[in-house]
């Protein structure tokens, strides 16, 4: 086990599992972040028609709820391992050694990406213009992404837990700003529509959407189009088993379905809000939606407290993406520590972050990031869950001293070859690619396993599956325990923490009342003056009440285990 106790070579601990708020609070503080400012504003550059977008993100994000929840989370807590360490098990080290570095390249450019988010809200108090071409027009712009970068990965270096936190405290707030955003803007864009004197229905909203917001442009993208996207974009940790890493810390493998949380409230509502307040951002500066960035379009509905939101946004995608990223890199060689690769990697990502080119071409790349990675979900798949159904070995290649698992390694570069040239050919859109190279994959994987070695009998495998059971009874059992239950237990919570958490919620009320009274008034200067406000009350009482609470649950886990002991 490493330094960092992140267990990186070996399955997590029993008593290192976590509950289901850790995850529900992380993919919702993940997935309510910077990108959700970007693609949400994207969505209505791209002509989509107001129906399209409402019922195309319900079936796509469906969809990826159902993958988080029926496979990588499964799979994930059935191992215990990070996707790295499991694939190393089926493909062996020089498989690895490839996907980790392509992987950790893309998780860089993402999080460089969510940086850049941050970055171009810090901007704004320096008066330094948008940056939308693909390289930095100011140099000032490159000094703030790289003082955010030392920042956010200082946060990644704390590992798995920390960043959790984090995500729990700043979660429920910045779901708030993306609704009040909306709800602060949305009478600029009901003043700009002639047959709309009000919203007094759903019908009068679909009025306006469908002016000025989603236009409908008559272009090629379409309901199916947003569907698959919404599905793919974060295919890279459902579909291509990039999240085991996080869930390998579940008690449950139905913590999969927090996911939820992330793509409802995330990439639902978020991005539906980000689309109002992208138009009537584009509509009061009387610019191209084309032109602005996050920090323009939140100052204009939040003011300073837009500018904390977009920060936080940013922060809380590319702390655990640079996570992610550390993992990938530090599986080239386990002998070093996860903290200084974090901090490496995150340095190279800082260094990305000062090109926006990773942010104005976010779609695009989500989506190649997805289909390059997603053949090697489709292996991990057919080997943990396929496999024994058709009678073969798991691990087959290690049983047979592999140093490289070919069978696992042709599938992938196919995949790769047969994915470009349905895109370069023109014969499906990007965003169709998945379902049928995942076939792909799972075929031409299976029928090379069978040929190479996979049908075989191995003893080593029956020791190993031996190990593994017995692994997974001790778990059980500690989770059944009373140390365990005391951890789940509701303990005694200070009162002055009480407090805190009552005012904290009073806090998040008064945001929601700022924005309501907004809306009713017509009056943007007054919040944009005084919501930060409430914002600072909530994030100094929720963070007091936050490690109150946790400091009374390790004492009276501690307690439980000495008397138990």
């Avoid at 027009?137 to 936190?165: E, I, R, Y």
């Avoid at 979660?171 to 708030?176: D, H, K």
């Avoid at 978020?270 to 009061?284: E, H, P, R, S």
């Avoid at 939101?309 to 655990?320: E, Q």
């Amino acid at each position: 086990m490493s330094t960092a106790a992140e267990f990186e070579t070996e399955p997590v601990s029993a008593d290192k599992l976590q509950s289901g708020k850790t995850f529900a609070a992380s993919y919702a503080g993940e997935h309510v972040a910077g990108t959700e400012f970007v693609i949400g504003a994207l969505f209505v550059a791209w002509g989509v028609g107001t129906g399209d977008i409402l019922w195309g993100l319900l079936l796509g994000n469906l969809l990826a709820v159902l993958t988080w929840a029926l496979v990588t989370a499964p799979i994930a807590t059935d191992t215990r391992l990070t996707l790295y360490a499991y694939l190393e098990k089926i493909a062996g080290p020089g498989t690895i050694k490839l996907y980790s570095v392509i992987n950790g390249v893309l998780f860089c450019i993402l999080a460089g990406a969510m940086i850049t988010v941050s970055a171009s809200a810090v901007k704004i108090i320096f008066g330094i213009a948008p940056q939308t071409e693909w390289y930095p027009t100011d140099l000032s712009f490159v000094l703030v992404a790289l003082a955010v970068g030392a920042v956010v990965v200082l946060m990644a270096m704390k590992g798995f837990k920390k960043l959790a936190a984090f995500a729990e405290i700043c979660a429920p707030w910045m779901i708030l700003m993306f609704v009040v955003g909306a709800l602060v803007l949305m009478p600029t864009l009901v003043a700009a529509t002639d047959s709309v004197a009000s919203i007094s229905s759903f019908n009068d909203f679909l009025i306006v959407a469908d002016q000025y917001i989603w236009v409908d442009t008559g272009g090629d993208i379409g309901f199916w189009h947003v569907a698959a996207f919404a599905w793919i974009c974060n295919l890279a940790m459902h579909g291509s088993m990039g999240d085991m890493t996080i869930f390998r810390f579940a008690k449950s493998s139905k913590y999969g379905y927090y996911s939820a949380l992330g793509m409802f409230i995330g990439h639902y509502v978020a991005w539906i809000c980000a689309g109002i307040m992208g138009a009537a951002a584009a509509l009061l500066l009387k610019a191209s939606i084309t032109e602005l960035d996050a920090g323009v379009v939140a100052f204009q509905a939040l003011g300073s407290a837009g500018i904390l939101a977009v920060i936080i946004a940013g922060w809380t995608t590319s702390n655990p993406t640079i996570y992610r990223a550390g993992l990938a890199f530090q599986s080239l060689n386990y002998k070093w520590d996860r903290t200084k690769v974090t901090m490496v990697v995150g340095i190279v990502t800082t260094i990305i972050a000062c090109f926006p080119f990773v942010f104005t071409q976010l779609l695009g790349f989500l989506g190649i990031m997805g289909l390059m990675l997603a053949p090697v979900g489709a292996i991990i798949v057919a080997e943990h869950w396929l496999f024994p159904k058709l009678g073969f070995t798991r691990y087959w290649s290690k049983y047979k001293g592999n140093n490289t698992n070919k069978a696992a390694m042709i599938t992938w570069l196919l995949s790769l070859g047969v994915s470009y040239y349905l895109v370069i050919a023109d014969v499906l859109h990007m965003f169709f690619i998945l379902v049928p190279i995942w076939l792909f994959a799972t075929v031409v994987y299976s029928g090379l396993a069978s040929i190479m070695g996979a049908k075989e009998t191995y003893p080593e495998a029956a020791i190993a599956e031996q190990a593994e059971l017995a692994r997974k009874e001790a778990e059980v059992a500690y989770l059944s325990s009373p140390v365990c239950s005391a951890q789940a237990a509701s303990n005694d919570v200070p009162a002055l923490a009480k407090l805190a958490k009552y005012i904290s919620w009073a806090a998040l009320a008064g945001c929601a009342y700022m924005g309501v009274m907004s809306y009713i008034t017509q009056d943007i200067e007054t919040i944009r003056t005084w919501l930060m406000a409430p914002t600072l009350v909530y994030f100094f009482t929720a963070t007091y009440a936050y490690l109150a609470q946790s400091s009374s649950e390790e004492v009276s886990v501690e307690v439980t285990a000495n008397n138990a002991a």
